[in-house]
């Protein structure tokens, strides 16, 4: 009798547990599938980016730092551009002459289509230089940047912080140096 019992006792037990495994869309227990950009909706996207914490968490543009890393990935500077929108290994590097134009390229296959992508460029003693937001194409793999106007930009220590939403993702540190220094 005490063995059926404890058999009731812990199926009762299990039963929560198993109902808030269930996926309501698929009618099992199943995981709901992964999706790609292809099938993301574009009410997913991040409209705006910001360069401080959006307060509550109302706004689609409030991302936690975990799901704005999944959205940019493989960020990468360097010299010249490929036409696939990376660059190449031989192409990277960190050291510029000024006048030279500076990429970064992104992977952002995870982002959802029209999602807002920031680059800040900061120079010497972190003196904001520029903005530049580029909205993520429809099935697009790779996203860049470039800064071709860097004839007047001092020598020195610079850095590009990559944002979206409200969470800053990666900082690319670089240097203006002379032109004997600089990469290709």
Known sequence: MKSNQLAVLLLASLLPLAACNKNPDAGDNTAAAPTDQASQSTSD?????????????????DLSPAKAQTMIDDVTIGH???????????????????????YLAMKVADAPATSKVKVA??????????????????GAKYLSFEKSNTRTWA???YHAEIWVGDEKVDTQRFNITDKSKAGK
């Open 80 to 102: 010249k551009l490929e036409a696939d929108g990376t660059i190449a290994q031989a192409n990277q590097g960190d050291d510029f002459a000024p006048g030279d134009p500076i």
């Open 45 to 61: 996207a991040v409209t705006a980016t910001t360069e401080h914490e959006i307060a509550g968490t109302s706004s689609p543009n």
């Open 155 to 157: 020598k020195g220590d």
């Open 121 to 138: 460029w900061y120079g010497p003693g972190d003196a904001k230089i520029d903005d530049q937001e580029k909205a993520v194409p429809q």
